[in-house]
């Protein structure tokens, strides 16, 4: 049945979803674009530094509510899992919603959110408010880009994308220095309480100097939908149209299931025999995606994108790269604490490898001969990794020591994963750039979740010692896997004569 034309209208007024322009001093300005570019990085920014200052107050969290390792890292996976649920869905809505309005309202949600955190009295109450800031993480992640390639110039485009990306870069090398600076100095709940006036700042930047997403939504959404006098056009859109939710569904309990598997084997207390039966459920439902995937419409996980040349091999990388960036940020002030370091020096310590990526990822590649390809750039920098990590295993662990591998390791990974990710997106169909970031962005996630979960089993099975160091050895083995796999499966170029 038609949608009377009334209702966008109606459904806007009602729950205050109605865009506002931008105050007409601030949209006549010639570099007004910047301003809408200056607001998304603190978007970026924001997201980044939550996600690298967690990590710090785990110590802090196994003393306050007495918990082990295994049951405190939930305070992130849930973060992370509700984040790779949401990001495909919150990107279709916000074509409907707008663009605008849902990285508003993201804002104010990470905000009470993160507020809530702070004031939590239970562990659990604390996953479920990070549960709650993962949605207004999604809400942001999921139009960051969009709204950058919307409020910016075609010639400036790439130049906005770089200062966005070297906004996340500042917000996950400053993480771990504030992280441990709150918890030595304050309290943990500062570590999410700060969190708050950048929320609130970026919500009133935002509402001012963002440009409108949907001008018209009504007009738009009659020019693009087919003709009702066509009842085979009408099917085709609305079959393209029908998001795949099971696959959604499918894809957050393979993931679930296997990060509670290696949290059970890390020492959360359910039965031992849970351990298999929530790894036969990760394999079922790993199975039942890739079939649903193949007979769904729009998948969110496109087979035949996946088989395309360099993306596979790609994404795999990707997933490796954030493995290797986040299980140091989680290892490293654990095995530091074990040693009797104070939260303060572990942070400073272990903000040498994020703060050695934001370099290289923003400006190391100058330093590379210019004739290199992307894929020899990464490779170039997976073998740094590999010598940074591998050094970090060997070496004394000390405040003194310490920092200079993690440099090593964090500067390798600022080239391997631009150079990846351009790669990847370079082997994606034009037509198909959407669902190919989109990809990207749920194995970061992914990575980042398995970052987490790797250290709390070495340590559980070996101690902060022994299991750190073989926890070390074993990202030292996948940074040998992604020299390999680097630029792997991409068609080469057909040299002419």
Known sequence: MPVPAHRPRLVDSVLLLAERPRPRT????PHAHWLAVGTVCLGAFLGQLTASITALVFPALERQFDAGFAAVEWVSLAYLLVL?????????????????????????????ASLAAGLAGGLWVLVACRAVQAVGGAMMQANSVALVARGVPAGAMRTALGIQAAAQALGLALGPTVGGLLVAHTSWRWAFWINVPIAVLGLLAGWFLLPRSRPDAARTRRAES???ADPAAVAVARRESRFDLLGLVLLVAASSALLL???TASGLPLPGWAVVVLLAAAGLCSVALARQEQRADRPIIAPGLVNTPGVRAGLVVALIGYLLLFCPLVLGPVMLDSAGVSAGT???????LPAAFAIAATAGGALLPRHWSDA?????????TTAGLLLLALLPLSPLLAPVPLAV???GLGLLLPANNALVMRSVPAESSAVGGGMVNMVRSLGTALGTALPVLGVHLAGAGAGGRAV???????ALAAVRLCGAGRPRPVLRT
């Open 26 to 29: 601030v949209a006549a300005w």
């Open 84 to 112: 790779v649920a949401l990001l495909a869905p919150v990107g279709r809505l916000s074509d409907t919603v707008g663009r605008k309005t849902m990285y508003l309202g993201g804002f104010a949600v990470f905000a009470l």
């Open 226 to 228: 087919p003709s009702s």
């Open 261 to 263: 598997a290696l949290s």
């Open 346 to 352: 572990a942070g400073l310590v272990v903000t040498a």
């Open 376 to 384: 020899r750039r990464g490779r170039a920098g997976a073998l740094v």
């Open 409 to 411: 390791a964090g500067y």
């Open 472 to 478: 070390l050895l074993v990202l030292v083995a996948a």
